[in-house]
């Protein structure tokens, strides 16, 4: 298993909890920098290697259908130039019938809709910077979250089946669910309306690419 923006938080729970015998880790950095890390969950020691690429321009550094499982947490939102190259590398590195979990904020939330509604604040659900501290390397924000379809989408045209696609709420945002009647009553979906997306996708060899979607990229 290989997990991208990996913080040691979710590695040792795929080693002890899911039973993957290997456990990798990718962060952005200089290619060719490997950092061994050690954690203790629990009480029990947990250490894996952890590979420095940029996920958006690097080759990642592992032959192809290697892995059984990548995980994607909390950082297509963060990407800056091209995320389907990011899902193609994770497609070529996986097996084929291996599984990608991306999980993301959801820009058509219901918290979404009801900061567009109010006109004051931005609809993504982490829209400011981080202040730049001294000595502290530089935080990318949030560059463009996606809607719940849009990221099956996304997942499809870089050639996976979608088995999964659901939201969760936050619970601090349960106070704008009272709009959900509201959209309903105007004809609007109210399906997939949770803050949080969460989407598996399926590597199939037989399933076509699309290298630049219309929804995601310029002509």
């Known amino acids: 298993a290989l997990e991208l923006g990996c913080y040691m938080q979710i590695t040792p729970a795929l080693h002890f909890l899911s039973g993957y015998k290997e456990v990798r880790g990718g962060y952005y950095?200089?290619?060719?920098?490997?950092?061994h890390k050690c954690v203790h969950p629990g009480g029990r020691k947990f250490e894996c290697d952890v590979d420095h690429f940029d996920a958006e321009r690097d080759?990642?550094?592992?032959?192809?259908?290697?892995?059984e499982l990548?995980?994607?947490?909390?950082?297509?939102e963060h990407l800056l130039y091209d995320p389907m190259f990011m899902?193609?590398?994770?497609?070529?590195?996986?097996?084929?019938?291996?599984?990608?979990?991306?999980?993301?904020?959801?820009?058509?939330?219901?918290?979404?809709?009801?900061?567009?509604?109010?006109?004051?604040?931005?609809?993504?659900?982490?829209?400011i910077y981080t202040r730049p501290r001294p000595g502290e390397e530089a935080q990318i924000p949030h560059v463009r979250e996606y809607t719940a379809?849009?990221?099956?989408?996304t997942v499809q045209a870089a050639g996976f089946e979608v088995e999964t696609l659901f939201t969760e709420n936050i619970p601090e945002?349960?106070?704008?669910?009272?709009l959900l009647g509201?959209?309903?009553?105007?004809?609007?979906?109210?399906r997939l309306r949770g803050e949080q997306t969460y989407c598996i996708g399926i590597k199939r060899e037989a399933l076509p690419m699309v290298r630049y979607p219309r929804w995601l990229y310029t002509e």
Do not use: K, W
Request: charged share 25%; aromatic share 8%; with cysteine.
């Open 149 to 153: 379809d849009e990221l099956g989408r």
């Open 70 to 76: 990548v995980l994607v947490c909390e950082m297509i």
């Open 182 to 190: 509201f959209l309903q009553e105007n004809g609007y979906d109210i």
């Open 173 to 178: 945002y349960d106070h704008h669910r009272r």
């Open 87 to 127: 899902l193609l590398e994770i497609r070529r590195v996986l097996e084929e019938g291996g599984r990608m979990l991306i999980s993301t904020p959801n820009l058509a939330s219901i918290a979404s809709v009801a900061s567009l509604l109010e006109g004051r604040d931005n609809p993504q659900i982490f829209s």
């Open 59 to 67: 080759r990642f550094p592992y032959p192809g259908n290697h892995f």
């Open 29 to 35: 950095g200089a290619p060719g920098r490997i950092d």
